[in-house]
């Protein structure tokens, strides 16, 4: 697959049905300041709390419409896309490892285990992502959290999202943390 805006397209009416449609807002105070309209995609309000949700459900969705959904999937993660992975699993009942660094969070760690992930601590990112390489080489699918064009193109739905709503921007900025966006 190549990452492309059809893609993303695609990738929207893939998950649309397992995803929040987030509001666009603004600020008016902030508009003044700056002298610019500023729109804001409110991802805050996405399932799990963030757009990570919009990349695990499609890469998983993708594998189904190929009839290759697995039986197990396996990432690494410091929080938002391991909650989006197992909530991402759980509703399509696919059993989920997620490797989560012992430095994340408690409540992150807790909102993945409450979706039914198998969460094991590591000392680092780095062994984490060591870890689950190594468990996808035991066949669990290993879904990268942001290397992964099905989870680059689920992602840019966010955006999609917003230009149907009817954003017309000058430029887009977006958070250089958590990869894929």
């Not at 938002?80 to 760690?109: D, E, R």
Request: hydrophobic letters at 35%; proline letters at 4%.
């Amino acid at each position: 697959m190549t990452l492309s805006p059809q893609a993303v397209k695609q990738a929207h009416d893939r998950i649309s049905s397992y995803i929040k449609r987030t509001p666009l807002m603004t600020s008016t105070r902030l508009n003044q300041w700056l002298g610019h309209n500023i729109i804001f995609k409110v991802e805050g309000l996405q399932n799990v709390g963030a757009f990570k949700v919009r990349g695990a459900f499609n890469a998983l969705l993708s594998l189904k419409e190929q009839n290759n959904i697995p039986d197990h999937a396996v990432t690494f993660s410091s929080g938002n896309h391991a909650q989006s992975l197992a909530l991402a699993g759980k509703t399509l009942g696919v059993k989920t490892t997620i490797f989560l660094p012992s430095y994340t969070s408690t409540i992150k760690q807790q909102a993945t285990k409450s979706y039914g992930a198998n969460v094991i601590n590591t000392d680092s990112r780095e062994q984490a992502e060591i870890q689950s390489k190594a468990l996808q080489q035991q066949g669990a699918s290993f879904i990268h959290p942001y290397d992964n064009d099905d989870v680059i193109c689920g992602q840019g739905t966010a955006t999609y999202e917003a230009l149907l709503d009817g954003a017309n921007p000058d430029a887009i900025f977006a958070p250089c943390g958590g990869g894929g966006l």
